[in-house]
């Protein structure tokens, strides 16, 4: 098993032994249940799915709850496909308990996965920092991105012109993070720098070779 399912919790500074000071994200990685179980004889391919992040059940839909039920696993708000190797798979059980440190160990490097900050509809100026026109007085065109398409030919705006519209909410993957220290008992996974996404956001954790 080689993912792993986590929270970002925020950034900090840690000292490493020669006194360094070292930017860290914070990650709630774990513990994760093995909620599903497929071979290659039944489904083609071995791979575990594990479920992350216990909630209420009412929050949940009845197939959800189904397969938890069937899984011998409580309510939880996420759930990941990991895949695994073959000769790993006899490993797993249905609801086994997974912790980080069981993964991870600290000098590893990772690379961790996540959603960007959603920041809603966006000008051409804040979405793709646009320098704007004139803020003297008489300019009309503060904040607009100009001319957007040519004259009677080909008269019409070509695909993918950077244009006023939704920004962030995207995908991302930040590789080459080494991991600064796990506290198994926290399931806190210490990574060095920045991770995608805002507090609380789900990230998936790899490891990076």
Same mark, same amino acid.
């Given at each position: 098993?080689? =993912?792993?399912? =986590? !929270?970002?919790?925020?950034?900090? &500074?840690?000292?490493? %032994?020669? @006194?360094?000071?070292?930017?860290? #994200? ?11 179980? !497929? #071979?290659? /004889? *039944? ?5 575990? &799915?594990?479920?992350? +992040? ?22 939880? $708000?996420?759930? !990941?496909?990991?895949?695994?190797? %073959?000769? %790993? ?16 160990? *600290? =000098? /590893? ?42 004259? #009677? +030919?080909? =008269? $019409?705006?070509? *695909?993918?012109?950077?244009?006023? @519209?939704?920004?962030?909410? /995207?995908?991302?993957?930040? $590789?080459?993070? $080494? ?6 008992? !926290? ?20 490891? +990076?070779?």
């Amino acid at each position: 098993m080689e =993912g792993f399912i =986590g !929270k970002k919790l925020g950034m900090t &500074q840690v000292f490493d %032994e020669n @006194g360094n000071l070292i930017p860290v #994200t914070v990650i709630q990685a774990g513990p994760c249940y093995v909620t599903q179980i !497929k #071979t290659s /004889e *039944k489904d083609g391919y071995t791979a575990i &799915q594990v479920g992350f +992040d216990a909630c209420r059940e009412k929050v949940l839909n009845k197939p959800i709850k189904g397969h938890l039920k069937k899984g011998n696993v409580g309510p939880v $708000r996420v759930l !990941k496909e990991i895949r695994v190797k %073959e000769e %790993e798979i006899e490993n797993y059980k249905l609801g086994q308990e997974i912790k980080v440190s069981e993964v991870f160990k *600290k =000098g /590893e490097l990772v690379k961790v996965t996540g959603y960007s900050k959603g920041r809603g509809f966006a000008g051409a100026m804040k979405r793709y920092n646009f320098g704007g026109g004139r803020d003297s007085h008489g300019a009309k065109y503060h904040r607009k991105p100009f001319s957007i398409g040519m004259h #009677t +030919d080909p =008269g $019409r705006v070509f *695909k993918n012109k950077r244009m006023p @519209g939704h920004y962030g909410t /995207e995908k991302f993957t930040i $590789r080459h993070l $080494r991991v600064v220290d796990v506290d198994s008992d !926290k399931n806190f996974l210490i990574v060095r720098g920045a991770v995608p996404g805002a507090r609380n956001g789900y990230v998936f954790i790899r490891k +990076d070779y």
